[in-house]
């Protein structure tokens, strides 16, 4: 499945982004029945979590620094997921990944996704 992330830019501090992640290839509906994921990585820095929601979207997960600004949802229909960037923060520049997991329930460990997208990149000026 092949994976692309869109929707990144230029914003100042306090405003808002929608990130979309988009499947696409023979097997895009299959994740369905998948977690999915979105991280990110700042230049010099670890890839780094940042929010998964499970398979139907109602069980979610959220790194403690974007909590509560940050939301994610996924529409099995349009094999789509979007992260919802709001009150966004300097710090919140990087590049940001989507990915498929391995397992039905969402994870913060890089290693239970195995398919990732290309990346978009976010930039929050202050």
């Known amino acids: 499945v092949q994976l692309q992330a869109s929707g990144g830019g230029l914003v100042q501090a306090g405003g808002s982004l929608r990130l979309s992640c988009a499947a696409s290839?023979?097997?895009?509906?299959?994740?369905?029945?998948?977690?999915l994921g979105w991280f990110r990585q700042a230049l010099g820095k670890e890839r780094e979590f940042v929010a998964a929601t499970n398979w139907r979207g109602q069980n979610t997960n959220y790194a403690d620094s974007v909590k509560g600004r940050f939301t994610i949802s996924r529409d099995n229909a349009k094999n789509t997921m979007y992260l919802q960037m709001d009150n966004l923060k300097p710090e919140d520049t990087a590049v940001y990944y989507c990915a498929v997991s391995r397992y039905s329930e969402p994870s913060s460990r890089r290693e239970s996704y195995n398919s990732w997208g290309q990346g978009t990149l976010v930039t929050v000026s202050s």
């Open positions: 290839g023979r097997y895009a509906r299959t994740i369905s029945n998948n977690a």
